[in-house]
């Protein structure tokens, strides 16, 4: 019989680092039960690489390991732990490929703006690992994701601090009123099996292929959407007077990694508004330099270091921002604007740390302040509207009462707005984008100017189906209420009320509370609920999903890292994330900065947890469940403990958690009876961490304080990062003689 095989993906920044502090536990504790963890580098740097091989040497080239996990997360033995990973934007994009120019690899540079086929060629091929690259590949699957009943039970008595809202909050959220993907929107079902292919015909009669002949399959719902730029400037200009007005921050809110080709542009459109007398100034400078509005202000600055005009751009870009709303920051210390960098706009992420720590967002100075959080589009706009209001009446939520809200999310198969990218494009000319069949019948169009954004999304029907069915059962097994966050006035949502009205009644429904609420109502009803202590099951698609499943943990446990997030694979297999949350670049910058990274890695142990009991009911291995039902345990002592790492240096960081994690397992699995094997080759390895507790955290916090050199920030050393991330010889030497 062969291993079983847990793949446990390599990514990127603090969990990249982490990983080589707790990949060589989790090796040497899954031994006995015949485990083989194989290790896919699906990072930033190895996706690059993996896509060049043709320019490498021998010894430079790596397998397309994502392109491998993509194929098995259609098979039945799937198992996967997916960590979290960089959704390049074009800047992290550009510096990944310096660095691994440096080192020594012959990549070609990114052609932001191709001049010919080869660059074409060459931009295509990057494209490939720009946004959101990872997860549409590997989710096979849709999305259960919920807090474990220990983690839950671990934020209630102890309290993370939640700011203080005032019903005379400032704060509101700015959306567009017409011009929008919501207001274009456009969705039929689709109902013979055929193709498709999107075509751009312009007023002056010529006609441009978009995308080639793609297939559609009977009973997907096929969108199209458009987002006016002229439309969208206009708005921009309102929403900065209203700040103005005000005197209260401005601040811009996208998801411009994950919707890579759509939100650069928009983040582009509002700092090209805002700075529109510095950009209409400098045009014929700025467009020698090649200054793109879309890379944000940061990229700006560095273009124009140097040139004879630099003093006299920073001191325009300075008065316009002294004359104008003030933009709120993302690192008021190094002066870093939320106009610097498109991928520090991650709306999922800043909108509910602005929930949560009371409508407020800091000033240049450092302190907080009300804002006028800009989200361009009505489709998730009005989510965010409906808890600043209920905050603004309500007042903050109370974490040792609240409920808790797990999600089941639509994500199968690239369903909706993530699975967009290669069907989004910026119109070059004024005319009609037309989503046609194999006959050139028009399926859906939309009336497009210059730059306008056209968007087209597919979800196919097996998924939906798979959807309804995992909403259905979650709600049977836990015995709680289940939403599904559906807007009868949006093109594509009523298009999936029909399909999970018609589904539902596959399935028996009796004695369960299942419902079907517009986005606002949804959020109200679920925040009620919660507020008494209730829990509820929100049940939505995939861009809801995301900014779900960050602003509900967030405000229940502080951290959306902490989640167990379980996607149970359509084909039978899983796949484990490790929690949301991002791959955290401010732990790495600390880690090389002074040798400490503060990373929780709690959503890993989950997921390994949740891998291994997987492993044990599709595999029939009793000894898999045994070291699960032990995790399960150790992960209770952890929290119980709070061996979680402190924010500062001197304290208990990740590596420390790792040991206290690996000391609490050895421990379990020791003093279990269900396998005598077992708990013989564990007692003398809990035993040896114990009587080492001492002498291993001395080692441990005698590492911290010293600069750390890993050979890399996106393409580490891999003997350097382990020697940083296992300084321990006497943890090291128990572990590696397991």
């Known amino acids: 019989m062969s291993k079983a095989k847990i793949y446990y993906t390599l990514t990127d920044e603090a ?3 982490a990983t080589h502090s707790f990949l060589p536990i989790v090796k040497a504790f899954t031994k006995p039960a015949d485990v083989e963890i194989m290790v896919p580098d699906i990072s930033l740097a190895g996706r690059i690489l993996a896509n060049f091989s043709e320019v490498l040497t021998e010894e430079q080239k790596i397998p397309d390991y994502l392109a491998q996990l993509g194929d098995l997360a259609t098979q039945p033995d799937a198992n996967i732990i997916k960590l979290p990973n960089i959704s390049a934007s074009v800047p992290q994009l550009q510096e990944a490929i310096t660095e691994l120019q440096e080192q020594g690899y012959a990549l070609p540079d990114f052609p932001v703006e191709p001049k010919n086929a080869d660059e074409e060629n060459i931009a ?89 002949v ?75 330099l090649d200054i793109n509005p879309n890379f944000g202000l ?119 707005e993530y699975g967009s990218h290669d069907k989004t ?23 497009v100017e210059k730059d306008d954004i056209f968007r087209m999304c597919q ?60 986005v606002k109502d949804a959020m109200l009803e679920t925040l009620k609920r919660a507020r008494e202590g209730k829990d509820t099951i929100s049940v939505s698609g995939n ?22 997030s379980i996607v149970p694979l359509m084909n039978g297999g899983g796949l484990f994330e490790t929690g949301a949350g991002g791959s955290a670049p401010k732990h790495i910058e600390q880690f090389i900065e002074e040798g400490y990274l503060r990373w929780d890695s709690l959503g890993e142990f989950l997921a390994l947890q949740a891998s291994l009991e997987h492993l044990a009911q599709t595999q029939d291995n009793k000894k898999a469940q045994v070291l699960s039902d032990a995790l399960d345990a150790a992960n209770a002592k952890f929290l119980a403990r709070d061996k979680s790492p402190a924010r500062k240096l001197g304290g208990l960081d990740n590596r420390g958690s790792h040991f206290y994690l690996a000391m609490y397992w050895a421990e379990a699995l020791a003093n279990q009876t269900a396998d005598g094997e077992i708990a013989e080759k564990f007692t003398p390895v809990a035993k040896a961490l114990q009587e080492n507790e001492a002498k291993i955290n001395e080692e441990l916090i005698g590492a911290q304080g010293k600069a750390q050199e890993i050979g890399g920030y996106y393409h580490a050393n891999t003997d350097k990062t382990y020697a940083a991330m296992r300084p321990s010889a006497t943890l090291n030497g128990i572990v590696d003689s397991i």
């Open 15 to 17: 969990p990249m680092l």
């Open 124 to 212: 295509k091929k990057y494209a490939k690992v720009l946004g959101s690259a990872v997860n549409p590949v590997l989710r096979e699957g849709n999305s259960d994701r919920r807090a474990p009943k220990s983690v839950k039970d671990y934020a209630k008595v102890n309290p993370h601090r939640m700011g203080v809202w005032s019903s005379d909050s400032k704060t509101t959220v700015a959306h567009m009123e017409s011009g929008d993907f919501y207001g274009s929107e456009n969705s039929t079902t689709v109902e013979n099996e055929g193709k498709f292919r999107i075509v751009f015909a312009g007023n002056d009669g010529s006609t441009k292929i978009l995308k080639d």
């Open 214 to 288: 793609s297939p559609l399959k009977a009973g997907e719902v096929i969108d199209s959407s458009m987002m006016s730029i002229s439309a969208l400037k206009s708005f921009v200009e309102k929403a900065i007077t209203e700040a103005k007005e005000k005197n209260i921050l401005l601040s811009a809110h996208l998801k411009a990694t994950m919707m890579k080709i759509s939100d650069p542009v928009i983040f582009g459109a509002i700092v090209e508004t805002y700075f529109k007398d510095v950009f209409a100034k400098y045009k014929t400078v700025f467009g020698e």
């Open 298 to 416: 940061a990229t700006l600055f560095e273009k124009i270091a140097g040139t004879p005009q630099e003093a006299e751009i920073k001191a325009d870009i300075e008065a316009a921002i002294e004359n104008s709303a003030r933009i709120a920051m993302v690192n008021s210390d190094q002066g870093i604007t939320n106009f610097h960098v498109s991928s520090d706009v991650i709306v999922d992420a800043s909108m509910a740390a602005l929930v949560r720590g009371g409508g407020k967002m800091w000033n240049k100075e450092g302190k907080e302040e009300d804002t006028v959080c800009i989200i361009p589009d009505r489709t998730y706009a009005g989510f965010y509207s409906a808890i600043i209001d209920d905050m603004k009446a309500n007042g903050a939520i109370d974490p040792t009462t609240f409920g808790s809200v797990p999600n089941v999310g639509l994500m199968a198969q690239k369903a909706e």
């Open 425 to 447: 494009f910026q119109a070059a000319a004024d005319g009609i984008i037309r989503v046609e069949d194999e006959n050139g019948n028009t399926l859906l169009e939309q009336k």
């Open 459 to 518: 979800t196919k029907d097996a998924p939906i189906q798979d959807w309804v069915k995992l909403a259905v059962n979650r709600a049977r097994l836990s015995n709680t209420p289940a939403i599904f966050w559906l807007d009868k006035g949006r093109a594509h949502d009523a298009q999936i009320i029909a399909k999970v009205e018609k589904y539902l009644k596959d399935h028996n429904t009796e004695g369960l509370d299942i419902r079907i609420m517009d």
């Open 543 to 564: 861009v809801l999903r995301d900014y779900l499943t960050d602003m509900f943990p967030i405000l229940e446990l502080g951290t959306s890292a902490k989640m167990l």
